[in-house]
């Protein structure tokens, strides 16, 4: 099976699993499991934050980071293309009465300074608060350069807003500029980190934030029924993914510029649009291929894509090596013939 779906699809390595079978665990609810605690105490520091929040999932951590700033009638300022905006089912409205206030993301993932200034809403009775400043890096596989995020920290701070990190694949972006991640992490108030993405764990993900924050977030985690008991064998997981597959991200990277230049090879694939930052691969495809067509054609050789609208975005991870790319290419090529 060769799945170039996304990089959630990896499945926990012999020595991840076995983290995970001699892992020490106690109740999470109750705060009694030490595996848990000691990668909540570990993550916090590592990242240059006070606290930290063992989650379910991504969007579980965003949801709670979010509510964790803003109250019902506030609102959070984010890019229309944001995770947290367009796939997360509209959980901060529909569960925390918190308006989001999407903004055109530019072609480089970034929100316009000037676009973001605009969109405060004045201290008015006719309006929603505005509370928070969410991005996200990396966004659609593109790194936002530190100046900017940097930027962003003194208009909010100008401003008297929060500013929150969407990092499900912030490790992407670190390893792709050479910046350490708690450099990364510094200009934001808050931050999400997705261990069951390139990094590998099946489940998890983590909030950073203030000690105070993390403690509201840890009582909406229970309303929101993430309070998980012996979740020791899952954050053991997660503790291996950030202590041993962080730097092969690179590799993943590597490969996905190597897939990028292997479709490029071929008749009504053009990747030259998007050139290739971290994991992720951008496809335009010719009206000519039968994209849906022959991504049913792959299925049956086992590879796995997501067809979209004449493209469609290929994402490298730890079970993709080169092999498997050329592999991929071979049938695409022999289907086109
Ligand atoms: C940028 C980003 N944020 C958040 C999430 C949500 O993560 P999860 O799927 O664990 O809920 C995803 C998932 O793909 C994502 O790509």
Redesign the pocket.
């Known amino acids: 099976m060769i799945d170039f779906r996304?990089?959630?699809v990896t499945r926990p390595c012999a020595a991840m699993r076995k983290v995970m079978a001699e892992a020490e665990v106690g109740d999470d609810v109750f705060g009694d499991d030490p595996t848990v605690n000691m990668l909540e105490a570990w993550a916090a520091e590592r990242h240059g934050f006070e606290a930290a929040l063992f989650t379910?999932?991504?969007?579980?951590?965003?949801l709670l980071g979010i509510l964790g700033h803003c109250e019902r009638g506030d609102e959070y300022i984010c890019g229309q293309q944001?995770?947290?905006y367009r796939?997360?089912a509209g959980g901060a409205a529909v569960l925390g009465s918190v308006q989001p206030q999407p903004l055109p993301n530019q072609p480089d993932g970034t929100l316009a300074l000037a676009d973001i200034a605009q969109a405060i809403k004045p201290d008015d009775s006719h309006f929603a608060r505005t509370k928070l400043v969410s991005l996200?890096n990396?966004?659609g596989g593109k790194v936002l350069p530190l100046g900017y995020t940097q930027q962003v920290r003194a208009l909010a701070t100008e401003k008297g807003l929060q500013l929150h990190l969407?990092?499900?694949?912030a490790y992407n972006g670190s390893v792709a500029m050479g910046v350490d991640i708690a450099e990364l992490a510094q200009p934001f108030d808050s931050m999400?980190i997705?261990l069951?993405?390139g990094l590998g764990a099946p489940?998890?993900?983590l909030l950073l934030g203030p000690r105070d924050y993390i403690q509201r977030a840890r009582r909406l985690r229970k309303m929101l029924g993430g309070g998980m008991r012996q979740a020791g064998i899952l954050a053991a997981a997660g503790y291996y993914a950030l202590r041993h597959n962080v730097e092969r991200l690179a590799e993943d990277h590597e490969n996905a510029r190597y897939l990028a230049q292997q479709l490029q090879q071929l008749a009504g694939f053009d990747t030259a649009a998007h050139p290739v930052q971290t994991n992720i691969v951008f496809v335009d495809v010719s009206s000519s291929i039968d994209i849906h067509g022959l991504a049913k054609q792959l299925h049956t050789q086992g590879i796995f894509i997501i067809p979209g609208y004449q493209g469609m975005r290929l994402v490298t991870h730890k079970d993709i090596d080169r092999a498997a790319i050329d592999t991929f290419i071979g049938s695409v090529a022999r289907a086109l013939t």
Not at 56 to 62: D, I, K
Not at 166 to 169: L, V
């Open positions: 996304s990089d959630t379910a999932s991504g969007t579980q951590a965003n944001a995770h947290n796939y997360e996200e990396t966004i969407d990092g499900a694949r999400t997705c069951s993405k489940v998890g993900s």
